[in-house]
């Protein structure tokens, strides 16, 4: 079975600072899924950004980035310029892949703070 | 907001009542997941449905009962349920159950028993 493991359960930041939040999985396969979610408190889950584990570039939207280490399997995901509203629980999540292999597997999350 | 809405946002029961949540997606997606999120632990996937057909029931005791009437519209009936079931149940959507398909999560509701 797949695990996927947040070791930080908390990280904080200050603003306009760049941050890493680490994730690292388990898996068999060799070809998956791999996102960061995230969650303000109170709100929706809303995806940050994935990862096909096919592709070798980095995936990247606006200030998120991710370092995706296929052969280390680990997936950290990389905030610059941070922003209070970046404030949230973040969940690293894996979905494998072939079939309706639809299931995602998170992990425990980290609560990330942004210090003005 | 995601395109999937959630009703009730908050609700308290007793063990004794049945209450059902409602989770409404607006996207045209096919397929919707039930999660159950407890403090300290994973997200959970409780129930899967694939247009409108149950696909998969994650071992979830039958005091949970889902409903899925239409592609659009999800619903978790509850019923003798206990203290420990007290959580955030998310609902989810997606264009398929494919695995290279996102889901997008509703706001959730977070569940009390008393």
């Known amino acids: 079975a797949q695990t996927v493991t947040q070791s930080q359960p908390e990280m904080s930041v200050q603003e306009a600072e760049t941050v890493t939040l680490s994730c690292t999985y388990d898996?068999?396969?060799?070809?998956?899924?791999l996102f960061w979610y995230k969650q303000p408190p109170s709100r929706q889950m809303i995806l940050v950004i994935r990862?096909?584990?096919?592709?070798?570039q980095n995936a990247t939207e606006n200030r998120f980035s991710v370092n995706f280490q296929k052969a280390a399997k680990s997936f950290s995901l990389k905030i610059s310029d941070s922003q209070l509203g970046d404030a949230a629980m973040y969940f690293c999540?894996?979905?494998?892949?072939?079939?309706?292999?639809?299931?995602?597997?998170f992990g425990k999350g980290t609560l990330l703070t942004v210090n003005p | 907001e995601t395109g999937v809405t959630q009703t009730p946002r908050h609700l308290v029961m007793g063990m004794t009542n049945k209450k059902s949540l409602k989770c409404e997606q607006h996207?045209?997606?096919?397929?919707m997941y039930w999660y159950k999120q407890s403090a300290k632990k994973p997200l959970e996937l409780m129930f899967v449905y694939n247009f409108k057909e149950q696909t998969e029931n994650n071992s979830v005791p039958s005091r949970f009962s889902p409903e899925c009437p239409n592609s659009s519209h999800l619903f978790l009936h509850l019923h003798t349920l206990q203290p420990e079931d007290s959580a955030l149940y998310l609902c989810?959507?997606?264009?398929?159950?494919?695995?290279?398909?996102?889901?997008?999560f509703g706001p959730g509701t977070r569940l009390l028993v008393l």
């Open positions: 996207l045209g997606h096919n397929a």
């Open positions: 989810a959507s997606s264009l398929s159950v494919l695995d290279q398909e996102t889901q997008y």
């Open positions: 990862q096909e584990a096919y592709k070798q």
């Open positions: 898996t068999s396969e060799s070809d998956y899924y």
């Open positions: 999540a894996y979905r494998g892949s072939g079939g309706s292999n639809y299931k995602l597997t």
